[in-house]
């Protein structure tokens, strides 16, 4: 948590320890009172009943057993009804607690999103720009004009993913979406995103294994999200140099979709924190990694949708492996 939510939970805990305190001592303070005025009316009682009836012991008689049972049943409820209080009170002040904490970290991770969208968004375009300024006003080859415009139809297609990637998101959390289910051959569009990405990313070597004709009944658009948004967490976290590996096969009604990295790897407290909305491992002040927080979110969602089951391990001696598991036998939603 950062250094300027400290003082909204200080107030917080120094309102609450009062009110604790406060309150265990309007019990303590009611329960002896309770005790002085069992004790004056004993007194007093003792007093009249020795008058009326001298000789007779007050302590035997029906008047004090009647008194000191009304005093055990006020006594019982002060306790009884003094602890529930307080725990109700603080199971109260627990929930508020945790409300503010979850409203502060949904403050925090949107401010991450809005500091990493503008870098997302400039810099494509910044991109755009110079290679589209490059051609218009220099003599180019072919060749090197051609390589400016992939370039920036390579920077295109990043946007239209993270546009994508926005407004998926938003349908998918506001429970919007209606994904279409229909029979697709997975293999041939995971084979298309294969080749995008080896062709654009010449400094990391693929390891590719893809079971042909795997048929599955899902969403085509929302399949390709979950595959490339994988494939873009994979590659952003892997330094040059090194490999990523993408394996689909069907076994017994099974698919099995697995993406390899040997990059800096998910610490494991933070595995079920990275499918979360705007979720990114450290903060947008320190990292140097591209990205919105959405990627992961997006997978998780498209993967329960379908009935699947999606987990992080290890990937030694480095790195993470995305598991994906859709069972075939299911209905799907």
């Given at each position: 948590?950062?250094?300027?939510?400290?003082?909204?939970?200080?107030?917080?805990?120094?309102?609450?320890?009062?009110?604790?305190?406060?309150?265990?001592?309007?019990?303590?303070?009611?329960?002896?009172?309770?005790?002085?005025?069992?004790?004056?009316?004993?007194?007093?009682?003792?007093?009249?009943?020795?008058?009326?009836?001298?000789?007779?012991?007050?302590?035997?008689?029906?008047?004090?057993?009647?008194?000191?049972?009304?005093?055990?049943?006020?006594?019982?409820?002060?306790?009884?009804?003094?602890?529930?209080?307080?725990?109700?009170?603080?199971?109260?002040?627990?929930?508020?607690?945790?409300?503010?904490?979850?409203?502060?970290?949904?403050?925090?991770?949107?401010?991450?999103?809005?500091?990493?969208?503008?870098?997302?968004?400039?810099?494509?375009?910044?991109?755009?720009?110079?290679?589209?300024?490059?051609?218009?006003?220099?003599?180019?080859?072919?060749?090197?004009?051609?390589?400016?415009?992939?370039?920036?139809?390579?920077?295109?297609?990043?946007?239209?993913?993270?546009?994508?990637?926005?407004?998926?998101?938003?349908?998918?959390?506001?429970?919007?979406?209606?994904?279409?289910?229909?029979?697709?051959?997975?293999?041939?569009?995971?084979?298309?995103?294969?080749?995008?990405?080896?062709?654009?990313?010449?400094?990391?070597?693929?390891?590719?294994?893809i079971q042909p004709d795997v048929f599955m009944k899902t969403d085509a658009s929302g399949f390709s999200s979950m595959i490339n948004n994988l494939f873009e967490n994979a590659i952003k976290y892997s330094a040059p140099d090194t490999s990523v590996s993408f394996s689909l096969h069907k076994t017994n009604d099974i698919i099995y979709i697995t993406v390899a990295d040997h990059g800096f790897g998910i610490p494991e407290e933070e595995r079920e924190l990275v499918f979360e909305k705007f979720y990114r491992i450290g903060s947008e002040n320190t990292r140097n990694n591209k990205g919105t927080g959405l990627g992961l979110f997006i997978v998780?969602?498209?993967?329960?949708?379908?009935?699947?089951?999606?987990?992080?391990?290890?990937?030694?001696?480095?790195?993470?492996?995305?598991?994906?598991?859709?069972?075939?036998?299911?209905?799907?939603?």
């Amino acid at each position: 948590m950062s250094k300027k939510w400290l003082s909204p939970f200080l107030i917080f805990y120094l309102v609450f320890s009062y009110i604790i305190i406060f309150s265990v001592w309007w019990a303590f303070l009611l329960y002896q009172k309770n005790e002085t005025a069992y004790n004056e009316k004993i007194e007093l009682n003792k007093l009249n009943y020795e008058t009326k009836y001298e000789g007779q012991n007050y302590f035997l008689s029906d008047d004090f057993r009647a008194v000191k049972q009304k005093y055990s049943r006020q006594k019982t409820m002060i306790l009884l009804e003094g602890s529930v209080f307080i725990i109700l009170l603080i199971i109260g002040l627990l929930v508020v607690r945790r409300i503010l904490f979850k409203e502060i970290r949904l403050a925090e991770l949107q401010r991450n999103f809005m500091l990493s969208i503008t870098h997302e968004l400039k810099s494509p375009l910044a991109s755009i720009k110079l290679n589209m300024q490059t051609i218009s006003t220099r003599n180019l080859e072919k060749n090197q004009s051609e390589k400016l415009i992939n370039n920036s139809l390579f920077d295109i297609s990043r946007l239209d993913a993270l546009i994508d990637n926005i407004l998926f998101a938003s349908k998918m959390e506001n429970g919007s979406s209606h994904l279409l289910a229909e029979k697709i051959d997975i293999s041939e569009l995971s084979q298309l995103f294969v080749k995008k990405y080896t062709l654009n990313t010449k400094n990391i070597k693929w390891h590719v294994n893809i079971q042909p004709d795997v048929f599955m009944k899902t969403d085509a658009s929302g399949f390709s999200s979950m595959i490339n948004n994988l494939f873009e967490n994979a590659i952003k976290y892997s330094a040059p140099d090194t490999s990523v590996s993408f394996s689909l096969h069907k076994t017994n009604d099974i698919i099995y979709i697995t993406v390899a990295d040997h990059g800096f790897g998910i610490p494991e407290e933070e595995r079920e924190l990275v499918f979360e909305k705007f979720y990114r491992i450290g903060s947008e002040n320190t990292r140097n990694n591209k990205g919105t927080g959405l990627g992961l979110f997006i997978v998780k969602r498209f993967v329960e949708y379908f009935h699947g089951e999606i987990s992080i391990t290890s990937n030694m001696p480095q790195g993470s492996i995305f598991t994906i598991v859709f069972p075939l036998s299911r209905d799907i939603a």
